[in-house]
């Protein structure tokens, strides 16, 4: 039996930032935890965007993800400040931004 191909560092890497993104995602679109987890989650796709955007030259199932993304993210962000005013409208934008953003993390996640 063969040995399983073995990941480079830069994919790890990657993996690692979509996974973070993709947590934060669920965490927004879920809305288990209220405005706190709301944050949490906004915080870590924003985290999992800075970590993935030196990869943003690799090619995935999108040739942009990495845009994608960043606008997943930023939609996501403002619809959390627009939700402490107007939280139906808010919460909108949060739903697409998540949206974008878990297209973006499925499109772009490397093949092990």
Do not use: D, K, Y
Request: charge should be neutral; proline fraction near 5%.
């Amino acid at each position: 039996m063969a040995p399983p191909p073995s990941i480079s560092t830069s994919e790890r890497a990657l993996q690692l930032a979509l996974a973070l993104a993709a947590l934060g995602t669920l965490l927004v679109l879920v809305n288990l935890f209220g405005l706190g987890g709301r944050l949490a989650g906004v915080a870590a796709m924003i985290a999992g965007t800075v970590l993935a955007a030196p990869f943003s030259e690799r090619g995935g199932a999108l040739e942009r993800w990495w845009n994608l993304l960043a606008a997943g993210t930023l939609m996501a962000l403002a619809g959390v400040v627009i939700g402490l005013a107007v939280e139906s409208l808010g919460g909108l934008v949060l739903v697409v931004g998540g949206v974008l953003a878990a297209a973006a993390v499925a499109l772009s996640f490397p093949a092990p």
